[in-house]
T-cell receptor, first 111, second 114 residues
Framework: EDQVTQSPEALRLQEGESSSLNCSYTVSGLRGLFWYRQDPGKGPEFLFTLYSAGEEKEKERLKATLTKKESFLHITAPKPEDSATYLCAVQGVNTGNQFYFGTGTSLTVIP | EAQVTQNPRYLITVTGKKLTVTCSQNMNHEYMSWYRQDPGLGLRQIYYSMNVEVTDKGDVPEGYKVSRKEKRNFPLILESPSPNQTSLYFC?????????????FGNGTRLTVT
């Protein structure tokens, strides 16, 4: 069964203090790995899709990377507005078009 | 503006009273899906639809029904709600029948069943 584990559950950073969030996955044939941002009271908002090991995507202070077993979301010099829950999801070849989500990392950036 | 719209945003009901949560998207997406989000369990898929009149079960379909009579609408029906269906529900849509394409989510419906 496809599984996704995210760590840490919660992370508090000072403004400007860079860090990384982890998403470990087990899937029989990765079709795609997706990162989302979720703000309180809102639905998840799409950030990145990664398809193969070695791939990297960047957007402002965020950079997502992918290996065969895990993905990292690197946050460089975060700002308070980066505070949110970050979700990771995978789609596997054997599970068709179903998405499997991790439980997320709650990020708080303190001014 | 491209969006997925869910209604209502908040709903409090009693056990056994049938309810419907509506979902509509204006992006002409083929794929639509319903999720529930519970603390410590993450987002779990209830049902999905790859196109009009095509629906299939996700991981937690018990106690729910769906229909897809039009491309833009995908209502979630709880015929006899129970307290264990208290949760935050999200509707989502995607292009290309859901393969390799990111999901676009609505803003959620918080359901409380007493």
């Amino acid at each position: 069964e496809d599984q996704v584990t995210q760590s840490p559950e919660a992370l508090r950073l000072q403004e400007g203090e860079s860090s990384s969030l982890n998403c470990s996955y087990t899937v029989s044939g990765l079709r795609g790995l997706f990162w989302y941002r979720q703000d309180p009271g809102k639905g998840p908002e799409f950030l990145f899709t990664l398809y193969s090991a070695g791939e990297e995507k960047e957007k402002e202070r965020l950079k997502a990377t992918l290996t065969k077993k895990e993905s990292f979301l690197h946050i460089t010099a975060p700002k308070p507005e980066d505070s949110a829950t970050y979700l990771c999801a995978v789609q596997g070849v054997n599970t068709g078009n179903q998405f499997y989500f991790g439980t997320g990392t709650s990020l708080t950036v303190i001014p | 503006e491209a969006q997925v719209t869910q209604n209502p945003r908040y709903l409090i009901t009693v056990t056994g009273k049938k309810l419907t949560v509506t979902c509509s998207q204006n992006m002409n997406h083929e794929y639509m899906s319903w999720y529930r989000q519970d603390p410590g369990l993450g987002l779990r898929q209830i049902y999905y639809s790859m196109n009009v009149e095509v629906t299939d079960k996700g991981d937690v379909p018990e106690g729910y029904k769906v229909s897809r009579k039009e491309k833009r609408n995908f209502p979630l029906i709880l015929e006899s709600p129970s307290p264990n269906q208290t949760s935050l529900y999200f509707c989502a849509s995607s292009t290309g029948q859901g393969f390799n394409s990111p999901l676009h989510f609505g803003n959620g419906t918080r359901l409380t069943v007493t």
